[in-house]
């Protein structure tokens, strides 16, 4: 089945200790993004990838980087965590073209120690 | 400024009967519409869709409808089941906005046996 998929479902870092989290998909969808969700609020994005094009939100945190090797992988870098980055991080694919379903990965949930 | 509300944070519904969620939205540009459910430590699932050129979508239990002129749509889920619930996330994109999804702030209901 074509799917997202992030490893590892569940990561606990130190406060500050560099940390990466990893999405794929097999969907060959052209968009990627990364969104953070804290509790049951909505999904914040955090950056997406048109192709290779990168494009920040404006209120992303520069402690948040992003890497896309390849059409099917995606990264999302932490440099120096803090307690409040602790949250579920969710990665989405789409189409370029639309319709504008985003299909998500089961997300990876972050401790900050 | 929040483009999409949901003004409801809960709800509960018995088992059997109608659940309705509410959402709503200020942006004009807004021409695509969704719906996500999503269970606790998972990523958001996409549910049903409807685009402005219709008022109603309908897939099995579930069924969307658009008010436009009033900036409104809801989600029924008839007859409601207890795997039902979870947390619904309405999110809106435009032509403008790219594949950029703005979504409301969840509603979780419970449907209770």
């Known amino acids: 089945d074509a799917m997202v998929i992030q490893n590892p479902r569940y990561q606990v870092t130190q406060f500050g200790k560099p940390v990466t989290l990893s999405c794929s998909q097999t969907l060959n969808h052209n968009v990627m993004y990364w969104y953070q969700q804290k509790s049951s609020q909505a999904p914040k994005l955090l950056f997406h990838y048109y192709d290779k094009d990168f494009n920040n939100e404006a209120d992303t945190p520069d402690n948040f980087q992003s890497r896309r090797p390849n059409t099917s992988f995606c990264f999302l870098d932490i440099r120096s965590p803090g307690l409040g980055d602790a949250a579920m991080y969710l990665c989405?694919?789409?189409?370029?073209?639309?319709?504008?379903?985003?299909?998500f990965g089961p997300g990876t949930r972050l401790t900050v120690t | 400024d929040q483009q999409v509300k949901q003004n409801s944070p809960s709800l509960s519904v018995q088992e059997g009967r109608i659940s309705i969620l509410n959402c709503d939205y200020t942006n004009s540009m807004f021409d695509y519409f969704l719906w996500y459910k999503k269970y606790p430590a998972e990523g958001p699932t996409f549910l049903i869709s409807?685009?402005?050129?219709?008022d109603k979508n309908e897939d099995g239990r579930f069924t969307v409808f658009l008010n436009k002129s009033a900036k409104h749509l809801s989600l029924h889920i008839v007859p409601s089941q207890p795997g039902d619930s979870a947390v619904y996330f309405c999110a809106a994109s435009g032509s403008s906005a790219g594949n950029m999804l703005t979504f409301g702030g969840g509603t979780r209901l419970m449907v209770k046996p």
């Open positions: 409807i685009s402005s050129i219709k």
């Open positions: 989405a694919t789409s189409t370029l073209d639309g319709p504008y379903e985003q299909y």
